[in-house]
């Protein structure tokens, strides 16, 4: 009996330690690529604005076919542009995919110490680092260049090899020609 009573402790214990980590179900976001789900981690902590408008656009619907218009090997993929780049949509033109937002205001930078590695999710902006709307971007690889100088919102915490099959961009841009595309986007644990 003695023996149960500490492995009962001990499985609390370890509970306690990993069960933190997890992150509430609303702060779960799915993209259902071509190739397969991308599960990833939202991270309401470091950047609460950017968290709840890309929830809010996502429970919408408005980043449903929405393609990857700037894809850059070794680099990063970019998507999110609702105004430009949604396919079916009323203003969808490839050509100027990447230049659009959403019907949202632009959110105030909030960087953070969190740095641009594998799987990292930022939030796309122009120059000026109060612009961020609806693009992000899911990084490839480590790029400290990036650390402290953009809004990390999350990280991919399953299907990161769907990511690595989104098709690449051609020139020193990285823009897709026929891009893929975010099938569907959900908010929470499905």
């Given at each position: 009996?003695?023996?149960?009573?500490?492995?009962v402790?001990?499985a609390?214990?370890?509970?306690?330690?990993?069960?933190?980590?997890?992150?509430?179900?609303?702060?779960?976001?799915?993209?259902?690529?071509?190739?397969?789900?991308?599960?990833?981690?939202?991270?309401?902590?470091?950047?609460?604005?950017?968290?709840?408008?890309?929830?809010?656009l996502?429970a919408?619907?408005?980043?449903?076919?929405?393609?990857?218009?700037?894809v850059?090997?070794?680099?990063?993929?970019?998507?999110?542009?609702?105004?430009?780049?949604?396919?079916?949509?009323?203003?969808?033109?490839?050509?100027?995919?990447?230049?659009?937002g959403?019907?949202?205001?632009?959110?105030?930078?909030?960087?953070?110490?969190?740095?641009?590695?594998?799987?990292?999710?930022?939030?796309?902006?122009?120059?000026?680092?109060?612009?961020?709307?609806?693009?992000?971007?899911i990084?490839?690889?480590?790029?400290?260049?990036?650390?402290?100088?953009?809004?990390?919102?999350g990280k991919?915490?399953?299907?990161?090899?769907?990511?690595?099959?989104?098709?690449?961009?051609?020139?020193?841009?990285?823009?897709?020609t026929?891009?893929?595309?975010?099938?569907?986007?959900?908010?929470?644990?499905?």
């Amino acid at each position: 009996m003695k023996l149960l009573r500490l492995a009962v402790a001990g499985a609390f214990a370890l509970a306690s330690m990993v069960l933190p980590a997890l992150a509430a179900p609303d702060d779960i976001l799915t993209i259902q690529l071509k190739d397969g789900p991308v599960v990833i981690q939202l991270m309401p902590e470091v950047a609460p604005k950017h968290v709840a408008q890309i929830k809010a656009l996502a429970a919408k619907g408005e980043y449903d076919n929405v393609v990857f218009h700037r894809v850059i090997n070794g680099f990063m993929a970019q998507t999110g542009d609702v105004q430009f780049g949604k396919q079916g949509g009323k203003s969808f033109n490839p050509a100027r995919a990447g230049m659009g937002g959403s019907e949202m205001p632009n959110i105030p930078a909030e960087f953070s110490k969190v740095p641009f590695e594998r799987g990292i999710v930022g939030m796309a902006r122009s120059q000026d680092p109060n612009s961020a709307n609806s693009q992000f971007f899911i990084m490839f690889t480590k790029y400290p260049s990036l650390d402290g100088q953009y809004t990390v919102v999350g990280k991919v915490v399953s299907g990161m090899e769907f990511v690595d099959k989104i098709k690449r961009g051609q020139g020193g841009n990285g823009e897709v020609t026929d891009p893929d595309k975010m099938i569907k986007i959900t908010v929470g644990k499905k």
